[in-house]
């Protein structure tokens, strides 16, 4: 909702810059190759989405997400210790785990949503540390392959669009580290309140 406003406040003060600055033109000009850079940005990056969602699917088809969520269970049993025994549970965060490493921000949502879904249903509705270090995982994954971005520099006219890469590596390895390690901290500094 903050949103709504915040856009509807920048479109009508736009409009009100330009009408005062005599820049109407110049202001349904920029409307108009923004709209077209938009749509042609959202093209270029759709193919590189279905893409690797259907990776993903075919991932799921295959038996590949099951071994996937044992490859991760020790580090997710770490991260995620009350969900231990529960495979649902586990498997879809795994998924949302595979999505994030290949960079797939859009595809690894419903599956997050999925996973947080089936922990607050486990929990009784209420926010969990698993919960909340789901929230921070996900938010700051760990990208093996951006395509996501690497979509978004192909759609713009970058030569090399996965040029980016250690730069990525580096610092989404250090934003899950720095999420993971605050979100324990705050768990253990919480629990001594309650």
Known sequence: MAMAWIW??????????AVLTGRIDALGSAVLE???AAVTLCLSMAGILCLWTGVISVMREAGMIRAL???FRPVLSFLFPGVR??????????SNV??????LGNA???????AACLMSRASGKRATDDLC??????????????????????????????????????TSA???LAGVLAAKLLSAVWRRFE
């Open 8 to 17: 509807t406040f920048m479109t009508v003060f736009s409009i009100f810059c």
């Open 133 to 170: 270090m789901l929230v921070v995982v996900n938010t700051a994954s760990i990208q093996l392959i951006p395509a996501t971005v690497a979509g978004v520099r192909a759609g713009l006219g970058a030569q090399a669009p996965f040029d980016i890469l250690p730069a990525v590596w580096f």
């Open 108 to 114: 690894a949502t419903p599956m997050g949503v999925k």
């Open 98 to 103: 595979s999505a994030n490493l290949l960079g």
């Open 174 to 176: 250090m934003s899950v």
């Open 85 to 94: 025994g529960n495979e649902e549970i586990l498997s879809a965060i795994s």
């Open 34 to 36: 923004g709209g077209a």
């Open 69 to 71: 969520s044992r490859l």
